[in-house]
Structures are given as C-alpha cells and as structure tokens.
C-alpha cells in the first residue's frame, strides 16, 4: 500500500514525475450526496504525494490545485500539468517550485462538455509511443509540436480510461467490453468517407 486515508481522498487518477512523486486526481464530488446532489460542486482536487523517507510509502501530501468541477484527466509534463476540467483542458504551472500551481494556461475549451455525465465525457490523457496524448470518450487526441498543444481529430473511443502495451497499442473499456484495443488506429477508420459517426 502506498498511500491510503487521509493522504488521499477518493483518487481516479494518478501520474507520476521524473523525481518519483505521485500526482493524484482526488474527485469526492462524485455522487457523495443523494441524488448527485454536490457532484457540481468545486470541491475536488490535484494533490502530489511524496515519500520523504525511502521506504516505498507516501509521507507528504501537497494540494497543487483546489475547486475543481469533476476533473477527470491528469497528465504531468516537463512544462506543467494538464488537468482535464470539461469542458476545459488546462495546464496548469509551479513557477515557484511549491508544488502549487500558480497559473493555469487554457489549451482547449472543447474537452467534453461541462453538463455531460462524467461517465459520458472526455477523459484520459496517455502519452503514447507515438508523441500522441490520447484520450477516451472524446473525439480528438492532443500532440506537442514545435513549443504548442494540436488537437487530432479521431474517433470516440472508449469510456473511462486508457493503457498500452509495450508495443504501443492503446488499450481502453466501456461497460460491456471491460477491456478492448484497435489493432488498426482510430485515425485509419476516421478517414473512411463513409463512416457514420
């Protein structure tokens, strides 16, 4: 066990950077309340998680970024953190070193929609093999190119989350399929003129 109560609350999603600390996405806004009564609410959260003392299990928690609505994507990069808040996707920056993020740049303000059911929404953010960042349940992927953010259309795939193998295949789910990959990229099938989308 690495890290557990009350270090962290209600993780969905975890990354980790270069210096082996653990960035998580905290999300008790979801369905903690009857009806989904709160799950809007700002009261979610990215915090890092560090182990000061070697011995494999986390010490010190650090929230690097309060009040968010349903977030659900997280990816840390050399350059900042990109937080998937639908409909926005942000990277969020430390120019302290605090773990604290001090500024938030807006990359796409087309990441899901902001009233969609978060098990229905943009998601995930997997670096590939490829310099691809990919996503689920979202119609395009994210590259760094040339100092900048492109969004690449593809296919929806997928429901909550994604994986990859070693040989770089992307690995997703949906409620009936807990686990399936396209062995031909999405981006061939999207080129097809008679696709029905």
């Known amino acids: 066990?690495?890290?557990?109560?009350?270090?962290?609350?209600?993780?969905?999603?975890i990354d980790f950077d270069a210096d082996g600390r653990m960035w998580v996405l905290e999300m008790p806004g979801?369905?903690?309340?009857e009806g989904a009564a709160n799950s809007r609410e700002p009261i979610n959260n990215v915090v890092v998680l560090?182990?000061?003392?070697?011995?494999?299990?986390?010490?010190?928690?650090?929230?690097f970024a309060d009040k968010l609505v349903?977030?659900?994507?997280?990816k840390v990069l050399d350059s900042g953190v990109l937080v998937g808040e639908p409909p926005n996707?942000?990277?969020?920056?430390?120019?302290?070193?605090?773990?604290?993020?001090?500024?938030?740049?807006?990359?796409?303000?087309?990441?899901?929609r902001a009233a969609a059911s978060i098990e229905h929404n943009a998601n995930s953010l997997l670096w590939g093999l490829d310099n691809i960042i990919y996503t689920s349940e979202h119609d395009w992927h994210l590259r760094w190119k040339r100092g900048k953010f492109e969004t690449i259309p593809t296919l929806s795939r997928g429901q909550w989350g994604a994986s990859m193998d070693?040989?770089?295949?992307?690995?997703?789910?949906v409620n009936d399929a807990p686990l399936f990959v396209d062995f031909v990229a999405a981006k061939y099938y999207a080129r097809n003129p008679n696709l029905v989308r």
């Open 89 to 112: 996707l942000l990277l969020m920056k430390d120019a302290d070193g605090d773990l604290k993020a001090d500024a938030k740049e807006l990359v796409s303000d087309s990441y899901g």
């Open 166 to 173: 070693d040989a770089g295949r992307i690995f997703r789910n």
């Open 30 to 33: 979801f369905m903690s309340a």
């Open 50 to 63: 560090e182990d000061l003392n070697g011995d494999g299990v986390m010490d010190k928690r650090t929230v």
């Open 70 to 74: 349903l977030p659900r994507a997280l």
């Open 1 to 13: 066990l690495v890290a557990k109560e009350p270090l962290v609350v209600d993780p969905i999603a």
